[in-house]
């Protein structure tokens, strides 16, 4: 990994209980992020981001999507999925999204786990101590509304005024009990047709 490079985290939960029920299986929750310097910090407006894209957002992707399937088992132990980045105080929102929105990022992920869908984003910036949020979905059908969960957490040293966090999540299934139906369910009722949800 380049030098930018400063530290890995990982989060781990597994939920037994949600409300007044046992979850049964437990769902597990996991993420990891990256902390870099941020490779066009104290240059200025940079055009063009396409050279350190290309050198840091492929080795990311691999890495952290490698520890995210050690951390779960297997690809296939990921039931949804999702990504997150975070800009520190002094940076540009667009750099740390510049290392997640791009398929040399994003790809490594979805080939390890067979998925289908898109990954859900947030881009966002803040200080060190800001929370991650990275919102999942089902890997194979964004419409699947169980699925629907965030990885939630925060690195007390990060991101400095000058780095970059990045990160991927994902879940071992859908919500415990979840029971508030599917999209499709609800283009059913408003008498919308699935594959042209707008009516145009």
Not at 61 to 82: C, Q, V
Request: glycine share 10%.
């Amino acid at each position: 990994m380049e030098p930018e490079l400063r530290k890995v985290v990982t989060f781990d939960e597994d939920i037994h209980r949600e409300g007044a029920k046992a979850a049964d299986p437990a769902l597990r929750m996991i993420g990891v992020a990256a902390v870099v310097k941020n490779p066009w910090h104290g240059r200025g407006h940079v055009e063009d981001l396409q050279p350190d894209i290309q050198r840091l957002a492929p080795p990311l992707g691999k890495m952290l999507t490698e520890r995210l399937i050690a951390l779960a088992g297997s690809g296939d132990a990921i039931k949804a999925y999702g990504k997150a980045c975070i800009s520190g105080t002094d940076c540009e929102i667009e750099h740390a999204s510049a290392l997640i929105h791009t398929l040399q990022f994003g790809n490594f992920y979805r080939d390890a786990v067979g998925a289908k869908s898109y990954l859900g984003f947030t881009n966002t910036r803040g200080p060190a101590n800001t929370q991650i949020q990275i919102p999942l979905m089902d890997k194979h059908d964004t419409g699947r509304r169980s699925h629907y969960l965030t990885v939630q957490f925060s690195i007390y040293d990060a991101p400095a005024h000058d780095e970059l966090v990045v990160a991927l999540g994902a879940a071992t299934g859908g919500r415990p009990h979840h029971r508030i139906g599917d999209r499709y369910s609800d283009l059913a009722m408003l008498g919308r047709d699935v594959e042209n949800p707008a009516g145009v």
